[in-house]
């Protein structure tokens, strides 16, 4: 091919082919970074929308709440433990939240899957991407730096549990284990007001409509 482009055109013809074959990749290059400069502007918005509020298990009031704070911190709970936790307290909690949005018109869908023991809450926003809150328990090796020693008979894998938050981008690795029901719900409804501020702030990144 290069051999008949040069006896017929010389040089400037095969110069001429190469940028033509090469121009769809350019396309496709130049379309690529657009791509990828849209995609880290949304992740910049979301990481400052997520950084919004602090999460709800740093702050709080009540007599003893420092104490509670302070008591989940050390403790490093069993798997049947977290199990219960999240299928009553944070059930519970969420069953309250999801009870006041339906009260306002939202359509909510919340769901127990008792194998995997995750409670699920869905928030609905037509057109826009659904708010998930979630609840897993995690399985980690209890820590070296437990203090003080662990009684481990009945647990001689070395194993506890955390009852971990799960976004719809993902897990935060936060454990809101231990937290009572309206530290829960506030937790809940913080998560809720970042992603609807990142749906506002992200709303903005398209060009906008003129208002009549």
Not at 54 to 59: E, L
Request: proline share 4%; with cysteine.
């Amino acid at each position: 091919m290069a051999a008949a482009l040069l006896l017929a055109g010389g040089l400037g013809a095969l110069q001429a082919a190469s940028i033509a074959s090469a121009l769809p990749f350019a396309v496709i290059m130049l379309l690529s970074c657009w791509g990828l400069y849209q995609a880290l502007k949304i992740e910049l918005v979301r990481h400052e929308s997520l950084q919004h509020h602090m999460n709800a298990g740093r702050h709080g009031k009540g007599v003893g709440f420092w104490q509670t704070r302070l008591r989940r911190m050390v403790r490093f709970p069993k798997d049947s433990e977290v199990r219960a936790f999240i299928e009553e307290s944070v059930m519970g909690a969420m069953t309250a939240v999801k009870d006041e949005l339906e009260s306002h018109g939202w359509n909510i869908t919340l769901v127990f899957d008792e194998s995997n023991c995750r409670a699920r809450l869905d928030v609905e926003h037509s057109g826009k991407m659904d708010f998930v809150y979630e609840v897993r328990p995690r399985r980690y090796a209890i820590p070296a730096f437990a203090f003080p020693e662990i009684e481990t008979v009945d647990r001689p894998e070395g194993k506890y549990a955390r009852a971990e938050v799960f976004l719809r981008e993902g897990g935060k690795a936060y454990d809101i284990y231990g937290y009572e029901k309206d530290l829960i719900i506030s937790d809940i409804v913080d998560q809720f007001e970042k992603h609807r501020h990142f749906l506002h702030v992200s709303s903005g990144l398209a060009p906008a409509m003129p208002v009549d």
